[in-house]
């Protein structure tokens, strides 16, 4: 069973960049999609980004489209969100999770998932 773990999150200020990084565990990691998820504070989980089994297509949402990238690296099991510009709005716990069978397609709802990690946090201070 295929595990997931977020590193990289802390306290950082306006306009600043935090890269996360989520490692996999297990073989099957590379045939899954990927996504990024986060939850504000007393707000409900929301999508944030997503890409595909083998990396080609990624779908990121619009709240951070044009600060916010995702990539895999699957020989290293590895998938990353790279965020810049960063607003107190951002401020969450941001999971990773892991789902489908070789989707060519970024999976972008939180059904499509089933694997998930505990999420590392994200400060953004005004």
């Known amino acids: 069973q295929v595990q997931v773990v977020e590193s990289g999150g802390g306290l950082v200020q306006t306009g600043g960049s935090l890269r996360l990084t989520c490692v996999g565990s297990?073989?099957?990691?590379?045939?899954?999609?990927l996504g990024w998820f986060r939850q504000p504070p007393g707000k409900e989980r929301e999508f944030v980004a997503a890409i595909s089994w083998g990396g080609g297509n990624t779908r990121i949402a619009d709240s951070v489209k044009g600060r916010f990238t995702v990539s895999r690296d699957n020989a290293k099991s590895m998938v990353y969100l790279h965020m810049a510009s960063l607003r107190p709005e951002d401020t969450a716990v941001y999971s990773c999770a892991a789902g489908g069978d070789f989707p060519r397609t970024p999976l972008t709802e939180e059904s499509d998932y089933h694997i998930w990690g505990q999420g590392t946090q994200v400060t953004v201070s005004s």
């Open positions: 297990g073989r099957t990691f590379s045939s899954y999609g």
